[in-house]
Structure formats: structure tokens, C-alpha cells
T-cell receptor, first 113, second 115 residues
Framework: AQRVTQPEKLLSVFKGAPVELKCNYS??????LFWYVQYSRQRLQLLLR??SRESIKGFTADLNKGETSFHLKKPFAQEEDSAMYYC???????????????FGQGTTLQVKP | DVKVTQSSRYLVKRTGEKVFLECVQD?????MFWYRQDPGLGLRLIYF???????EKGDIPEGYSVSREKKERFSLILESASTNQTSMYLC??????????????FGEGSRLTVL
């Protein structure tokens, strides 16, 4: 079965330190991968998608099909990055007609001053 | 400002009660979803709907049902609430098919406590 795994429940770093939030998936084809973020007292929202190859708020993520990973990285963490981050997967042709996403367990990022 | 609105932010119910969670979106989206969010388990899909009166089970549909009588409204029903249904419930909507970029638009959530 398709699965998204985020091995870390909590990642705590100091301001200015590099950040890497890990995401691994199990799927034999070519899925679409996403990162969603939920800041305190705000609704869950899209951060970035692998297909766009964009950098949002200094975050980037590269899809590594060989390692089936989609880790989220930022070179210098800021306090305002503190939030819950979810990795999500959608596989084309099967569920693109519904837009259904499978989410990982989530990682809380805590950036200390 | 486009929005997904969940009518109840906080509910406290007793075991065995029937519970309705309402969700309305103003983006004319065909797809609507109900997820539950639990610490350590992430988001798990309960049900989704890709058109009016159309619904499909997600990964954890047991104990839940849904209703989609109008395009903008998607309701989650707990026929007989149990304590293990205490959770945060998130509604989301998206465009359909190839028009979908994969972006889901979420509501603020409904935190349900079953005593």
C-alpha cells in the first residue's frame, strides 16, 4: 500500500541552524509529493509541491526517486518557521480525478531563539 | 478571500449521541474531503466526495457517514459517537481532475470531544 513516513515527531533546532525534515514514501510509480504546513492557530496550507521546483519561505524539497524521499530543507531556520509540517503524496492517473492525498504522521518543528 | 468554513470549532458530546459536522466552501470546488487529525498519526482520510451525491470511503470510514446534497456543503455524521472518535476533524476542498494541482484548501477544524 502507498505510504508516507515522517520518522521524526519533533525536530528542535536553534535559530540560524539548518533544517531538514525527513519524508519517505512507498510507491512503485511516479507520485506527486507535497509539503503542507500548519502554524499555531492557523489552518493547514500548502507549502510547496515537488513538480513546481520552487522555493517557498526559503524552503526547498527535492524528490529523490532512488531513495523514495522528499526531504524538506532550509539552510537557516527562523523562529517563525516553528509549525507542524506534513508530507503528502498523490499518485497520478488513479486519484488525480479526486485529488486525494495521503499524509504522513507530521513533524513538529521547533525553532529556539 | 476563498474559504472553507467548518461551522463548529469545538464540540463536546456524550457517547452514543449523533453528531453532525458541517463544512461549506465558496470556491465552487467539486472535490471535498473529511480527514481526522491525531498526534502521531497525522491526517487520515475518512470520506471524500467528487460530486454532489457522490461519495467514496477513505482509509478509516468505520463509524462515520457523509452527506453531499449541495456542491458547496459536505457533512460528516457520527451515527453513535464513541470515545475513540475524540479528535480534530478537518474538512478540505479542491478542484477536480487535471485542473487539480494537488492543493487542498482546509477549514480551521472541528475539535470533537466524546465523553
Amino acid at each position: 500500500a502507498q505510504r508516507v513516513t515522517q520518522p521524526e515527531k519533533l525536530l528542535s533546532v536553534f535559530k540560524g541552524a539548518p533544517v531538514e525534515l525527513k519524508c519517505n514514501y512507498s510507491y512503485s510509480g511516479s507520485p506527486e509529493l507535497f509539503w503542507y504546513v500548519q502554524y499555531s492557530r492557523q489552518r493547514l496550507q500548502l507549502l510547496l509541491r515537488h513538480i513546481s521546483r520552487e522555493s517557498i519561505k526559503g524552503f526547498t524539497a527535492d524528490l529523490n526517486k532512488g531513495e523514495t524521499s522528499f526531504h524538506l530543507k532550509k539552510p537557516f531556520a527562523q523562529e517563525e518557521d516553528s509549525a507542524m509540517y506534513y508530507c503528502a503524496l498523490r499518485w497520478p492517473r488513479v486519484s488525480s480525478n479526486t485529488g486525494k492525498l495521503i499524509f504522513g504522521q507530521g513533524t513538529t518543528l521547533q525553532v529556539k531563539p | 478571500d476563498v474559504k472553507v468554513t467548518q461551522s463548529s470549532r469545538y464540540l463536546v458530546k456524550r457517547t452514543g449521541e449523533k453528531v453532525f459536522l458541517e463544512c461549506v466552501q465558496d470556491m465552487d470546488h467539486e472535490n471535498m474531503f473529511w480527514y481526522r487529525q491525531d498526534p502521531g498519526l497525522g491526517l487520515r482520510l475518512i470520506y471524500f466526495s467528487y460530486d454532489v451525491k457522490m461519495k467514496e470511503k477513505g482509509d478509516i470510514p468505520e463509524g462515520y457517514s457523509v452527506s453531499r446534497e449541495k456542491k458547496e456543503r459536505f457533512s460528516l455524521i457520527l451515527e453513535s459517537a464513541s470515545t475513540n472518535q475524540t479528535s480534530m476533524y478537518l474538512c478540505a476542498s479542491s478542484k477536480p481532475g487535471l485542473a487539480s494541482t494537488g492543493e487542498l484548501f482546509f477549514g480551521e477544524g472541528s475539535r470533537l470531544t466524546v465523553l
